[in-house]
């Protein structure tokens, strides 16, 4: 494992803060789980057919439904 020294806007650090509390999990734990996030995207970016990621929600007889596309660069 590598270490890695971040600096964080004070309104990220908050977000962070916050986040990782309201869930019972250290910050740096919730950090791995947005680069994990991260990776996921740019793997599905990188295949080239299109593939993106996005957020569903699920509905009552268990479909799902796309209520956002997450686009960047």
Avoid: H, N, Q
């Amino acid at each position: 494992m590598r270490t890695m020294t971040l600096s964080l806007s004070s309104e990220i650090d908050d977000f962070l803060t916050t986040f990782a509390y309201e869930r019972g999990i250290s910050k740096a734990e919730a950090m791995k789980g947005a680069f994990a996030l991260l990776k996921i995207a740019y793997d599905e970016k990188r295949k080239g057919d299109g593939s993106s990621i996005g957020l569903v929600r699920r509905l009552p007889d268990d479909s799902l439904e796309a209520v956002g596309l997450v686009t960047g660069a």
